[in-house]
């Protein structure tokens, strides 16, 4: 007697779902008549895809009969992602999974290079990037940058944003415990800047920047390279190869693009209230002969 005759079908798709691991159903499927029909319900795919990943809520339509086929090959781009402390990703259409799915591989064939070269870190991670209301102004103004002509630092607004924390350094705490990268965020003057840390240093007491050619930092700091995407349909915010200096002041994400596709009012609302990004960090400096042409290379998920 085949499993499909034994377990009935409203057991599994109510019961036993959550307990399947995704990449056995297609086998369960593939016994028997019997068991493939006790195993083909919907909800028993959608319970089993939403178990393996937490952290992206998932619409029932992906896993239609219709969708179904193509989503599990964009499945395991998704399966190996990071996520920063209590973010999610809502996923409703299978064009949105296709281009999530297509940035996250994208992402995961750049570490997998680095590491290949040589490099001892790199990592991946999904999260949210938020900034403050009352001064997210920093982000559309045009006023002189460093380096030019009337630019004061001490005169220019300072619109600070959200930390991210990623596992990118050799140092420990008094506790033995690993020391984690923190990558700060913010703007002036319409221009995105970064700040690398791998101390506890508050993002309120850091370095203004100076002269976007030439950092002031300490005999020790470390170098890393950031890419940043937004998942967002209100900007294209897309920097790649952007160099970090741990323990120097605030510098300017200069290889990128930021644009308000949406217009300004929906730019301000998706940066203040956060915004969904693909952030990849790794150790040693960029190559940006290469990475100026991948910026250029736009593909930002329309959400």
Not at 8 to 27: C, G, M, N, W, Y
Not at 72 to 85: E, H, I, Q, V
Not at 276 to 303: F, N, W
Request: aromatic share 8%.
């Amino acid at each position: 007697m085949s499993l499909g005759m034994l377990i009935p079908r409203h057991v599994v798709s109510h019961t036993l779902a959550k307990f399947i691991v995704i990449e056995d159903l297609a086998q369960a499927q593939a016994t028997d008549v019997q068991t493939r029909q006790a195993f083909e319900d919907l909800s028993v795919w959608w319970e089993s895809t939403s178990a393996a990943l937490p952290n992206f809520r998932l619409s029932q339509d992906l896993l239609s009969k219709g969708n179904r086929a193509e989503f599990m090959t964009l499945f395991k781009a998704l399966l190996s992602t990071g996520f920063s402390p209590g973010v999610q990703v809502s996923l409703d259409t299978i064009a949105e999974t296709r281009k999530v799915s297509r940035l996250l591989a994208n992402a995961n064939k750049a570490v997998a290079a680095h590491l290949g070269r040589g490099g001892s870190f790199a990592e991946v991670v999904i999260t949210k990037l938020s900034f403050d209301p009352e001064k997210i102004g920093a982000a559309f103004e045009e006023a002189p940058l460093p380096g030019e002509s009337g630019f004061r630092s001490g005169d220019t607004p300072l619109c600070i944003g959200t930390s991210v924390a990623v596992l990118g350094t050799s140092r420990t705490k008094e506790d033995g415990s690993p020391m984690p990268l923190r990558v700060h965020f913010a703007w002036q003057s319409g221009s995105l800047l970064v700040n690398a840390r791998d101390d506890d240093l508050p993002s309120e007491a850091m370095e203004r920047p100076q002269d976007p050619l030439g950092w002031w930092q300490e005999d020790d700091s470390k170098t890393f390279t950031l890419d940043v995407m937004s998942l967002s349909s209100a900007m294209t915010f897309n920097y790649r190869g952007v160099a970090m200096q741990t323990k120097a002041a605030w510098q300017q994400a200069s290889s990128g693009i930021f644009a308000m596709t949406r217009g300004k009012v929906a730019a301000r609302d998706a940066l203040t209230n956060g915004v969904l990004c693909i952030m990849c960090v790794r150790d040693g400096a960029p190559e940006h002969s290469t990475y100026l042409a991948k910026t250029l290379h736009l593909d930002t998920p329309q959400r």
